[in-house]
């Protein structure tokens, strides 16, 4: 390999998807971009992945394998990245895969731009039993739109969620190295906070959906997407981390290009209305109005809040309120 290609750390954090972690290996295998590293990070699985991972580990010297017992899937991805050794970091879930141009079209992008820190691309979700890497998928559109940029606008638009997953970016080591660890205190929405800390740095990141740089995300019943009670509770809880850390960077005076107040005022406005919504469905009620009328009073869409404040406590009376684990 051409000493000039810059090395790219692909990490895998895997838990029990011994039956999935096949198709995301070979997948970073069949990348046209062959200067990479895989960092298969096993957080304690009870199944065979360790046995599925020594048998790429003995096939190709670029796939290692490292065990720990069982913290999470923050925990697993901080361990990939204390062990990279890249200077561009690709995160590819166990159950996922990426197109085999994504590497090469992606760090292409990075190097044409310097500034950028990160670039990504568009997700295209596959059911567990269809694997065909082409764009034959259901492309998946986020809440919120993609959108290049650093600066106040992309802040105040990520503010309310993602824009991609963990799996579409493929960004700088330097700016993990900025951000610090994902936050080993959120089980969903870990990657929003990740991400968006790196937005409070003024770090830019760039959309590129040319073809070839898809992300294939599985769908199966084991996502955790499909548990609203875990998602809105973290959701919550990564709100709250961002909001102390806007708070903090007002009190210290911390340079950046941002307006931080008006983005504080952002962020406890959605805060109010995600409070109202998981009280009024999964906790007290008395406190849903309370973050209901504190939405209405500081919202931007006042008269909405009521409606949906109407709808959550509706579902709550018909009982579609139970609490998975």
Partial sequence: MP???PLISVIIPCYNYAAYIRDAIDSVRAQTYQNWEMLLVDDGSKDNTAAIAKEYTALDARVSYHYQANQGLSAA?????????GEYVQLLDADDYIAPEKLALHLQTLLDQPKTALVFGDTYNFKHSDIVAERTQVQLHLQMAPMSGPGQ??????????????????FRKS???????????????????????????????????RPGTEFYARTHGNNMSGNRYKMWKYKIHARELLIEQIQNQLATKAATSLELPPLLAKH???L????????????????????????????????????????WLKERLLGRNKISA
């Fill in 175 to 209: 700016l993990a190295n900025q951000i610090g660890k994902f936050s080993e205190q959120l089980f969903s929405l870990e990657d929003w906070h990740f991400w968006y800390r790196g937005v409070l740095l003024g770090a830019a990141y760039v959309y590129d959906n």
């Fill in 153 to 170: 606008p992309r802040a105040l638009h990520m503010a309310h969620d993602n824009i991609f997953l963990p799996g579409n970016p493929v």
């Fill in 3 to 5: 000493t000039d290609q």
């Fill in 77 to 85: 991805r901080n361990t990939g990245l204390s062990l990279a050794r």
């Fill in 268 to 270: 406890l406005v959605l």
């Fill in 272 to 311: 109010y209305e995600e409070q109202a919504r998981f009280n009024l469905l999964f906790g007290s009620v008395g406190q849903g109005v309370v973050n209901t009328v504190r939405y209405f009073l500081k919202g931007d869409k006042p008269g909405h809040i009521w409606y949906d404040s109407a709808y």
